[in-house]
């Protein structure tokens, strides 16, 4: 079933919407959330808790990819339940992303809304060489370890890790030539 055809059931209210975004992008969805939470019932749980946003979304939202669509409920739900257990599970793996993460984030006493932060990341990561572009989305956004990147790309976890911090680096100067506070 195409993307088009599932909106269609969401803006029909036909339930089996859900039914076909999970026979399409359910495994997407798992892996992500999977990745931020390291507990198949929290997964299970943040991956539903995706779809019901999904349903109350669609409509009036038309996403247009839906597989990236689905891909930000799911990171977004995962997140904010990792926030919550944060205080009673640790998650070492997670809990360094997020460290490394925070030399990048903007510290919101700018001038910049989150969808301006966006676009000018999304500019950046344009600017990149593929290989960087790769490893950075797979780390902080689908929250892969170091250890699967470079299984996945082929190379040694240190051409990955100094990939990223050369990265990181380079983000935080991007965006503070941009105009935005780190």
């Given at each position: 079933m195409t993307d088009r055809q599932i909106i269609?059931?969401?803006?029909?209210?036909?339930?089996?919407?859900?039914?076909?975004t999970d026979k399409k992008y359910g495994t997407y969805c798992r892996t992500i959330s999977m990745n931020i939470l390291k507990d198949?019932?929290?997964?299970?749980?943040?991956v539903n808790d995706a779809y019901l946003k999904a349903w109350d979304s669609i409509p009036p939202a038309e996403p247009d990819p839906l597989k990236t669509y689905m891909g930000m409920l799911s990171r977004r739900v995962s997140l904010?339940?990792?926030?919550?257990f944060r205080a009673q599970k640790r998650n070492a793996s997670f809990d360094g992303l997020l460290s490394?993460?925070?030399?990048?984030?903007?510290?919101?006493?700018?001038?910049?809304?989150?969808?301006?932060?966006s676009k000018t990341v999304n500019a950046f990561l344009?600017?990149?060489?593929?290989?960087?572009?790769?490893?950075?989305?797979?780390?902080y956004w689908y929250a892969d370890s170091i250890e699967d990147?470079?299984?996945?790309?082929?190379?040694g976890q240190s051409k990955v890790k100094s990939s990223l911090a050369r990265t990181r680096k380079a983000l935080r100067k991007y965006l503070e030539e941009e105009g935005v506070e780190i």
């Open positions: 269609e059931l969401f803006f029909a209210r036909n339930e089996s919407a859900i039914e076909e198949a019932r929290d997964c299970e749980e943040a904010n339940r990792y926030r919550y490394e993460a925070w030399e990048m984030i903007p510290d919101g006493r700018d001038r910049f809304s989150e969808g301006e932060i344009k600017e990149l060489k593929k290989e960087s572009r790769i490893f950075f989305v797979r780390r990147i470079a299984a996945l790309c082929g190379c």
